[in-house]
C-alpha cells in the first residue's frame, strides 16, 4: 500500500528486460548506439513529426535544460506558484539559464487561468531595462496538484504567451497520465497546442531513470548537446537510456503503463467519496488523489501499514474549506505497479476507521 | 575487438543482477533507500573511514560537483594540460564553479611534476585582486595518458597544493586500474595521499552509470546535496545507483574487474613492443595502451574490424619523436569486457601486418 | 519642480570640489590611493567599529555584492515583494549569487512584518534537498514605499533571522534619510540592530556615483575584492571614488543632505494633506511622498511643469481605497537639491487645481 | 615622474570642465540624458556609421560585456596568453558568459600570429560534444606588449575568425594610443577590418572613468542593457558618463591626448635605446615602453624617486635573451600628462647611472 509517489515503485518488465539485452556486447558511447537512434525514431513516430530529442536521467534535468534553451540571463520565467520548477528543484532552473527569474503565478487547482497570466505578463513590460525580461511559460502537465489542462486551455495559454514574444516548456513528467486522461494524441496535447520545448517523463510512469527533452523547432536545440554535456548529462553508456525509452514507446506500452496507474487513482477517488468525512478540493483527473482525511481514518490508515505524505493546503487554490484540527491533508499516488489489492486493502483500512467514527 | 574505450562495454554481471534484484516492490525515493545507505558503507568500509559519499550518474558530473564544492567563483584550479576535466567536459568545472578558471600545466606522460606546479603556483600570488585566487589542484589517477602517479608522487604535489592553501581533487574515473596497478589500499592512493575529494569511478569499470563523489572531510559536503539537486543529479528512484554500487564493491568484485582490464592491456603492450615499427611513448600502466603505428599496421587493423581512436600527438609530453607521415599515433583500450581472443586476434592482425610491411 | 527621483540631481558642491581637488596630480590606481583610504577610516569613524568597506558605483553593484557573499547558489534570499533587489536590479542578485532564490514577502506600506518572515520562514526547512535554502534576509531603509523601520522593528526581524542561520543585508541606497528622521546613530541603524552587511548609499544624497559595501563582520569580506573585480567595479582612477566618499562623510555633510531633502517632503506631504480630495497611503517618513491625487490636480501639475512617476497601487499593501478611475497614484521625491521654491510651486500648483475642482 | 600605469593620472581639463558643467540641474537618469545620446551621436560620427553604444565606468566591464554578448557558456574565446581579458580580469569574462573559456594563444611581442590562430582554431572543431565551441577572437589594440596590429593583420585575423564563424571583439582599453601611432581612421582601425565588438577605452587617455561598449552591428546588443543593468553597470546619474565621453571626443581632444602619451613614451624609448646595457625587447609602438635595464640603473631610477612596474619576462615572447641576475625588466608608461620634464627627469637619471657604471 504505497501511495507516496510514482517513483517508489521500479522498472516494468519489458523496461527492464529491454536493459538487459542491450547490455550484450559492444556499443558506441555517448549516444552514439542504435538504440538511442531508435528511440529518436520513436519519438518521432509518436508526435508526429520531426523533433530534436535528447534523453537524461532526471526531471528536474529534462526541466532545467529546456529552460535553460529558451530563458537568457535576464530573462522570467512564468509558472504555477507550486509547480516543480518553482518549489521542488532547488533552483535547477536558476542554474542553467544563468539567474533567469521564475515567476510564480498562482491559481486554482495547480492551473493557471489565462486572465491571471495576462495580468501577470501586463506588469513586466517589454524593454523596461531594470526588469527581467518575459521570456517563457512553463506549464505542468499533469499539474502540482493532479489535475490536467485540456488542449484548449493550453492552446489558450499558449497563444497569450506566443503573442508576448515568449516560449513555452510543458513539464511532463506524468506527461502519459494527462494524455491517457485526456483520450488526445500526443501531438494534439503538445505541439498542436502550442508548445515548443518539452520534458517528456518515463521515470515516474515505469522507467528506471529516463526523461526525454524535446524540441518541436530542432533550430532552438543548437545548443542542447552542449549545455547537456557540460551540466554532466550526457550518459556515457547512453544505449542504457536508449534502452530504456524505445522499449517505453514500442507497442504503446507507456500508455498502458499510465492506464493502469490512473485506473487505480480513479478506483481510490471513487472509493474515498464514498466516506463520510473525507473531502477532495480537487478533481482526480491522472494519478494522484489529493484528500483531507479525519484524523482518526489517518491513523487507521498509517496504522494498518498504507504508506503516503501529508500535503500543504494553500488558501486560495482549493474548492474546499482547508482542514480542520482533527483532520490532515494528503496527497496519494498511484503507479504502473500499484495493484488493485493495494487500492482495496487501502479502501477497507479506511471504510472500518470511518464507520467506527461515527 | 573494441578498444575504442572501456565505455563501450555494458555492465558485468553481478552489477546487473543487482539492479534487477532492487526492482522489486517499493523503496525511498532520492537516494534514501536501503541500498544507496549500503553503498555508503561500503565506500566507507573500503576507504577506512567516515566519508561523505554521493551518487551520480556520471564522471563529468561527479567531477564537477566535486570542484564546484572546493572552489570559489574567482578560484583557479589547476590540472594536466590534457586533463579530462580541461579538454573533455564542454566547461562542466565552468558552470559548477561559476565560473572559475582552470590553469593547465604540461607534463610528460600526463603527469603533473611537482617542480612544474610548484612553477605555476609561483604565478598566481594570493591576494592580488586582478588575478584569479588558487583554490584546487585536480589530479587524473589513471592520467589522461594511461600513466599512474605513485602515493609518493600524488602526497608531494598534494603536500605542495596544502601547503598553498588549496584542495586536491582526484579524478578517478579509472581508480580501479590504477589501484590494482599499484598494488596499494584506497585509503593509501587518496586521503592518506592528501586528496581531500575523489570522483570515484564505477561507470568505465563495469557499472551501467555510477560514480560516487567522495568527501573525506564530510564537512566541506555541506552544499552538496543541494548542487546536486539542482544540477539535476539526484535520482528519482536512486536505489538503482545505490544497487550498482553496493554489487560493484562487494566481495572485491570491482578489484576484479579492474585486474582483468589491466591484463588484458599488458599482453597488448607487451605484443605491441615485439612488432617492428611501432613504438610507444608511454609505457601501460593500467588499462591503456598508446602506439604509433605504421600505417600499413594501422590499415591492416582496421580492414580486419579492430575498432580504436586516433589520438592527438603534442610536443613535449612524449619520449619519443612525433609519428612520422605513414604513422598514426593512437590508443587502445580494455575493459573488464575485454577478451584474451580481442587481444589475440588484434595482435594476430598487427604481425601479420608487421611482417609483410618487412 | 523635478520630483522624478532623487537621482535626477548632480552632486553636491563639496563632493564635486572634492573631485577636483583630488584630480591634481598622479595617484595609485585600483582604489589604493589616500583618499580611499580616508574614507574606509571615516566609515569606521561613523559605524564606530572596524568594518570592511568597498566603494563601488551603484547601488545595484552594492546589493548584488553583498547578496553574492552571504548566500550560496543554492540560497534563499527573503525580502519584500516589492524590494528593489527584487524587482528594479534586472536580476542582479541572480547574477551575482550563481542563481539563488529571492522569495517574496508581502506586507503594508512596504515593511516585512514579523509575523509573516517568520511563517515564509517556516516554509522553508533547512535540509530539505529540494528546496533552496535560506540563507539571507535583505531589509531596504527607506522601504520601496518611503517608509522607515525603527531600531526595535529591524532587531525583531534580524532576530528571526540569526535564530534560524541568516544573514542579514541592508539596502540603504537611501540610508541617511533613513537615519536623521530616525534620529538615531548610523551604528543603532546597523549593525547595533542586527545588520550584517550594508549597502549603504551615497548617490541619491548628493554624490555623483558611490555607494560602499560595509561588512561589519570584516572576515565576511574575503571574497569581495575578487568578485568586486571580476564583476568589473573595482575602478581603475579609484581615486574618485574616494574622493566623493570622503567628502560626503565629512563634517556630516551627508546629514545635512539627507535633513534639506527630508524636510521638502515633510513640507510637501503637509501640504498635500490640505488638498481636498487627495489622499495618502503611507506616511511620509523619509524623501517620499506618495499620493493619490484627483486627475484633474494631476494634470494641472503636468501642465505646469511638476516632474514625477505614477506608482503602482497594489491590493494590500495600503490603508486606503485603491485610486478610482479619474484618480492617479503618484511618487513624489525630494534630494538635497530641492528647493523650497519647487514645493512652494508644486503647491501653489496643485491647490489652484484643488479649489477649480470643488 | 610617474610611469606606473596611464591610470595614475587623474583627468584632463575639459573633461573636467564638463562634468562640472553638467552637474547644474536635474536631467534624466540612467542614461537617459541628452549628455549620454550626444556621446552616442559623437561615436557614431567617430566610426562613421550606425552603432549600438553602451557607456560603462570600468574597461573591465566593458569587456566582459562584450565577451559576454558574443560568447554562450559553452564558447571558446581566443585571446593571446598574455591578454588582459585573460590575466587581469580575475575571471570576469568567465562571469559574464557564464562559464566560457578562454583559450590563450602565445604569441611574440603580445600579438597572436594568423598561423598560430589558425592551427589553435583546428584544435577546437565544431560539434564535438565534449569540447567547448569556438565563439568569439578578443584581440587587444594596443597589446599587453605595448605593440600594435597592423590594420592588415586585423583584417587576415578578423577573416580567419569570420571564416570559422567566430565573432571578433577588439580589447580597446588604449584604442586612441594605437590609432594615432596608425594613423588611420577609427573605421578602418575597427569595423572595416572585421571587428564585431570594440571595448572603447577613455579612462585611461584621460576620462575619470568611462568607456564604451559598441557593437557595430547593433541588432547583436540586444541582451545588453539588460546585462549592464544586472551587472550592476547602468549608472544612476547618467549624465555624468555622457559627460565625459562626449567631451573627450569633441574637437578630437581624444587624439590629442593620445599624440602627447606617445610622444612621450616615443622620446623615452629613444633616450633609452642610447643608453649602454638597456635593451627593449619589443619596439614602442604606443604609450609603453618595455627595457631590460641593468640592475644600477634601475636602482639610481627609484632612487631618484621614478616610478614604473617590474614585469615578467616569458620566454618565446621576446626578441632577446632575458634578464640576466643582474638586470630587471621594467614597464613604463605614459599618459596625456606625463610632462616632458618627467621624461628629461628620468633619462637624466638614467644616463648618469649608466655612465657610472662604466
Chains 1, 2, 3, 4 share one sequence.
Not at 491517457?180 to 497546442?193: F, G, H, I, N, R
Not at 502550442?194 to 533550430?219: H, Q
Amino acid at each position: 500500500m504505497d501511495f507516496a509517489s510514482d517513483n517508489t515503485a521500479g522498472a516494468s518488465q519489458p523496461i527492464l528486460a529491454s536493459v538487459l539485452a542491450t547490455n550484450e556486447g559492444a556499443a558506441p558511447a555517448y549516444g552514439q548506439d542504435s538504440l538511442t537512434a531508435k528511440a529518436g525514431r520513436l519519438l518521432e513516430d509518436v508526435f508526429e513529426r520531426k523533433i530534436a530529442s535528447f534523453l537524461v536521467n532526471t526531471g528536474t534535468a529534462a526541466n532545467a535544460l529546456a529552460l535553460g534553451a529558451i530563458s537568457p540571463p535576464f530573462g522570467a520565467i512564468f509558472c504555477h506558484m507550486q509547480a516543480h520548477v518553482m518549489e521542488d528543484e532547488c533552483g535547477a532552473p536558476e542554474m542553467f539559464t544563468g539567474g533567469a527569474k521564475l515567476i510564480g503565478i498562482a491559481g486554482r487547482a495547480g492551473k493557471i487561468a489565462p486572465a491571471d497570466f495576462k495580468s501577470v505578463l501586463a506588469d513586466f513590460p517589454r524593454g523596461l531595462e531594470k526588469q527581467v525580461q518575459p521570456a517563457a511559460l512553463s506549464l505542468s502537465q499533469v499539474t502540482e496538484s493532479g489535475t490536467i489542462y485540456t488542449c484548449m486551455e493550453l492552446a489558450e495559454l499558449t497563444a497569450l504567451a506566443h503573442d508576448a514574444g515568449l516560449m513555452v516548456h510543458m513539464d511532463g513528467a506524468r506527461f502519459a497520465n494527462a494524455l491517457v486522461s485526456l483520450q488526445c494524441t500526443p501531438a494534439e496535447m503538445s505541439w498542436k497546442a502550442g508548445i515548443d520545448v518539452l520534458s517528456f517523463g518515463a521515470t515516474k510512469n515505469g522507467a528506471l531513470a529516463c526523461e526525454a527533452v524535446i524540441f518541436f523547432d530542432p533550430l532552438k536545440a543548437a545548443g542542447l548537446p552542449f549545455q547537456r554535456k557540460r551540466s554532466g548529462h550526457t550518459l556515457s553508456k547512453g544505449r542504457f537510456l536508449g534502452a530504456q525509452m524505445a522499449a517505453y514507446l514500442e507497442n504503446g506500452h507507456w500508455l498502458d503503463l499510465a492506464v493502469r496507474a490512473n485506473d487505480q487513482a480513479r478506483r481510490l477517488a471513487r472509493g474515498l467519496t464514498k466516506i463520510p468525512g473525507v473531502r477532495m478540493p480537487w478533481p482526480c483527473e491522472a494519478n494522484e488523489v489529493f484528500a483531507i482525511l479525519p484524523g482518526a481514518i489517518d491513523a487507521a490508515l498509517k496504522a494498518g501499514g498504507a504508506l503516503y505524505y501529508p500535503w500543504k493546503f494553500r488558501d486560495g487554490s482549493h474548492d474546499c474549506p482547508p482542514p480542520a484540527k482533527d483532520e490532515v491533508f494528503v496527497r496519494l499516488v498511484t503507479s504502473y505497479a500499484t495493484l488493485p489489492s493495494d487500492v482495496d486493502g487501502f479502501m477497507t483500512l479506511a471504510m472500518t476507521a470511518g464507520r467506527e467514527r461515527i
